[in-house]
């Protein structure tokens, strides 16, 4: 059964950034049927995909459009993670953050399991 | 990119069935069966109910299910029991640059 468990700051200032780590259980961030993905929610933006790091004999990223210039998506095999830093945050960036694992195929939208969420206030 | 767009609210008495829409475009929903349903209590993380439009995972019961016509997604939930009264959001593959899309979502009461 995967797991995944978050873990980073609830509290970041504007114009900081905002630094999250998902730490995998029960699979491997090098699989190379599945991809790990940044989910935020918020009541202003409801559900928000941000990126995703995934294998396939090299890695990749993908990342929304709203947020490409600020986030970067990184694994971390040696310690069977992945991470998100989003730059330049501001009080918009405030939201729930959740790191899912997507398989079946690239950004079908098949995110099971969450992580249990993290509530990152942007305040100064 | 815009949301999807699914109902505030929905509702239905125990045992009835109640249907759930999500509309996107021929970019997103009407161009590929990669549309998945999650459920949402309160204060917890989603749960995948559905994909590919009408697929459950291991474990969902099978009064969920899914559909699609044109650009429009639906989620049904037959037999209708307190514990499904939840926030429901769909999600679908949106093309270029594998994004994804997501509903606005909908809350489902059970009278």
């Known amino acids: 059964q995967v797991q995944l468990q978050q873990s980073g700051p609830r509290l970041v200032k504007p114009s900081q950034t905002l630094s999250l780590t998902c730490a995998i259980s029960g699979d491997s961030v090098s699989n190379n049927i599945a991809a790990w993905n940044w989910i935020r929610q918020s009541p202003s933006r409801g559900l928000e995909w941000l990126g995703r790091t995934y294998y396939r004999s090299k890695w990749y990223n993908d990342y929304a459009l709203s947020v490409k210039s600020r986030i970067t998506v990184n694994p971390d095999t040696s310690k069977n993670q992945f991470s998100l830093q989003l730059n330049s945050v501001t009080p918009d960036d405030t939201a729930v953050y959740y790191c899912s694992r997507e398989e079946g195929g690239i950004a079908t939208g098949t995110f099971d399991p969450w992580g249990q969420g993290t509530l990152v206030t942007v305040s100064s | 990119q815009s949301a999807l767009t699914q109902p505030p609210s929905a509702s239905g008495s125990p045992g009835q069935s109640v249907t759930i829409s999500c509309t996107g475009t021929?970019?997103?929903?009407?161009?590929?069966?990669?549309v998945s349903w999650f459920q949402q209590h309160p204060g917890k993380a989603p749960k995948l109910m559905l994909y590919?439009?009408?697929k459950r995972p291991s474990g969902v019961p099978d009064r969920f299910s899914g559909s699609k016509s044109g650009n429009t997604a639906s989620l049904t939930v037959s037999g209708l029991q307190a514990e499904d009264e939840a926030d429901y959001y769909c999600?679908?593959?949106?093309?270029?640059?594998?994004?994804?899309?997501f509903g606005g979502g909908t809350k489902l009461t059970v009278l």
């Open positions: 999600s679908s593959y949106a093309g270029s640059y594998n994004l994804v899309l």
């Open positions: 590919e439009v009408r």
């Open positions: 021929n970019r997103d929903v009407g161009g590929y069966d990669y």
